[in-house]
T-cell receptor, first 113, second 114 residues
């Protein structure tokens, strides 16, 4: 079971690009990397998922090096509303993949004006 | 709005009691996941169902059980409640059968055991 390690907290200012790195040294061949965002007292919200190289959608980019032992979530030009906890998850995304899915403590991002 | 509905939003009960939390997944989603979030333990995966069948189990206590019904809604039953069971319980749903897929979370049920 792949364990993830993220910084506990990060600070940024509005308009800056924020990069949050997650380490997952024991990632398995079939594992995907997923990032979620959570605001206080709300359910997590899916941001992005990837397997290797780079994935980009309308809100973020995910960079995964060739060895896949880490990944970086990139949030372009953050705003105050991006203040939240960001979770990195690693696990298989196919059916019948027994096991656990660990969210960890996440990274608390604080965006300042 | 994620499309996932959880009821009730808040629940206060006494130790030793039993409660049932209900989840209606997004229309068309076959997978339902249950999570527990407490201040000291963070967000923990409990169990996953896909089209009525249990697919994966996480850190779910024996006092807890769940099921998914033919109409795809799911219920999480918590019995012999203890103070430590106080937490936010989330349900999520996904169109796919997988542990780590794009899942949509409900607003949660806040359980307080007194």
């Amino acid at each position: 079971l792949a364990k993830t390690t993220q910084p506990i907290s990060m600070d940024s200012y509005e308009g800056q690009e924020v990069n949050i790195t997650c380490s997952h040294n024991n990632i398995a061949t079939n594992d995907y990397i997923t990032w979620y965002q959570q605001f206080p007292s709300q359910g997590p919200r899916f941001i992005i998922q990837g397997y290797k190289t780079k994935v980009t959608n309308e809100v973020a980019s995910l960079f995964i090096p060739a060895d896949r032992k880490s990944s970086t979530l990139s949030l372009p030009r953050v705003s105050l509303s991006d203040t939240a906890v960001y979770y990195c998850l690693v696990g298989a995304n196919y059916g019948g993949s027994q096991g656990n899915l660990i969210f960890g403590k996440g990274t608390k991002l604080s965006v300042k004006p | 709005d994620s499309g996932v509905t959880q009821t009730p939003k808040h629940l206060i009960t006494a130790t030793g009691q039993r409660v049932t939390l209900r989840c209606s997944p997004r229309s068309g989603d076959l997978s339902v996941y249950w999570y527990q979030q407490s201040l000291d333990q963070g967000l923990q995966f409990l169990i996953q169902y896909y089209n009525g069948e249990e697919r994966a189990k996480g850190n779910i206590l024996e006092r807890f059980s769940a099921q998914q019904f033919p109409d795809l809604h799911s219920e999480l039953n918590l019995s012999s409640l203890e103070l430590g069971d106080s937490a936010l319980y989330f349900c999520a749903s996904s169109a796919r059968d997988g542990l780590n897929t794009e899942a949509f979370f409900g607003q949660g049920t806040r359980l307080t055991v007194v």
